[in-house]
């Protein structure tokens, strides 16, 4: 882990949003989502439907926006921060 992200695909996300995060706000709205649709041992998600479910795959897709979207200020993404931080980075 550098900098709060995971690097291996199987780890969870970090509850509060990593360093360099662009969208903590967004992070905070996905980590929830991801929370509220885990894998269940029965192959289904928490919600009933099967694993991985639509919740599922957009909580994934939103934390990588979230880290990934560029500043409304006109920053460069990524600017300042480690380029291989592993899943949670594009």
Same mark, same amino acid.
């Given at each position: 882990?550098?900098?709060?992200?995971?690097?291996?695909?199987?780890?969870?996300?970090?509850?509060?949003?990593?360093?360099? &995060? @662009? +969208?903590?706000? #967004?992070?905070?709205? =996905?980590?929830? %989502?991801?929370?509220?649709?885990?894998?269940?041992?029965?192959?289904?998600?928490?919600?009933?439907?099967?694993?991985? &479910? @639509? +919740?599922?795959? #957009?909580?994934?897709? =939103?934390?990588? %926006?979230?880290?990934?979207?560029?500043?409304?200020?006109?920053?460069?993404?990524?600017?300042?921060?480690?380029?291989?931080?592993?899943?949670?980075?594009?």
């Amino acid at each position: 882990m550098i900098d709060g992200v995971p690097r291996e695909p199987a780890a969870e996300p970090p509850v509060d949003p990593p360093v360099g &995060c @662009a +969208d903590p706000m #967004l992070w905070r709205v =996905a980590r929830a %989502l991801h929370d509220a649709h885990r894998p269940r041992t029965d192959n289904f998600c928490e919600c009933k439907a099967f694993w991985p &479910c @639509a +919740d599922a795959q #957009l909580a994934e897709e =939103a934390l990588q %926006l979230a880290y990934d979207r560029p500043s409304p200020r006109g920053t460069r993404p990524g600017a300042g921060r480690n380029s291989n931080l592993g899943r949670w980075t594009a």
